[in-house]
T-cell receptor, first 111, second 114 residues
Framework: EDQVTQSPEALRLQEGESSSLNCSYT??????LFWYRQDPGKGPEFLFT???AGEEKEKERLKATLTKKESFLHITAPKPEDSATYLC????????????FGPGTRLSVLP | KAGVTQTPRYLIKTRGQQVTLSCSPI?????VSWYQQTPGQGLQFLFE???????NKGNFPGRFSGRQFSNSRSEMNVSTLELGDSALYLC?????????????FGQGTRLTVV
């Protein structure tokens, strides 16, 4: 059974304090790993897609990396507006959207 | 380009009733998927539609059903509502089915069953 876990469950950072979020997965036939950001009461907002081990993508203060068993979302010098829940999802199997989501990491960045 | 639109945003229903939720995908997107989000279970896949056909289905009872119209708009129906059906229901659209493509989510419909 495809599984996705995320750690830590919650993370509090001071503004400017860099850190990393972890996403570990067990899937058969990974087609893609996705990172989303979700603000309270809103739908997830797409951040990155990673397809193969060794791949990296960056967007502003965020950088996502992928290995064969896990992905990291690195946050450099975060700002309070980066506070949100970060969700990791995998697409596996042969077809279909069918994301399997992790439970998320709730990030709070304090000014 | 307009995003994914879900209606209504909020809904309160009584146990035993049925409910229909609507989703309009991004223009040109032909794949629509539905997800249920609860504090305890997180985001769980319900089903995916592409070209008016259900392509994938998650592990939910038959009380949860859906359909897609020729203009790619989709509806989700839940019959005989239970208290445990209270959740945020999210719709996501993507350009293609069966490809490595990201999904864009709507704001969701918050369903409360009393």
């Amino acid at each position: 059974e495809d599984q996705v876990t995320q750690s830590p469950e919650a993370l509090r950072l001071q503004e400017g304090e860099s850190s990393s979020l972890n996403c570990s997965y067990t899937v058969s036939g990974l087609r893609g790993l996705f990172w989303y950001r979700q603000d309270p009461g809103k739908g997830p907002e797409f951040l990155f897609t990673l397809y193969s081990a060794g791949e990296e993508k960056e967007k502003e203060r965020l950088k996502a990396t992928l290995t064969k068993k896990e992905s990291f979302l690195h946050i450099t010098a975060p700002k309070p507006e980066d506070s949100a829940t970060y969700l990791c999802a995998v697409q596996a199997g042969n077809y279909g959207q069918n994301f399997v989501f992790g439970p998320g990491t709730r990030l709070s960045v304090l000014p | 380009k307009a995003g994914v639109t879900q209606t209504p945003r909020y809904l309160i229903k009584t146990r035993g009733q049925q409910v229909t939720l609507s989703c309009s995908p991004i223009s040109g997107h032909r794949s629509v998927s539905w997800y249920q989000q609860t504090p305890g279970q997180g985001l769980q896949f319900l089903f995916e539609y592409f070209s008016e056909t259900q392509r994938n289905k998650g592990n939910f009872p038959g009380r949860f059903s859906g359909r897609q119209f020729s203009n790619s708009r989709s509806e989700m129906n839940v019959s005989t509502l239970e208290l445990g059906d209270s959740a945020l229901y999210l719709c996501a659209s993507s350009e293609k089915q069966g490809m490595n493509t990201e999904a864009f989510f709507g704001q969701g419909t918050r369903l409360t069953v009393v």
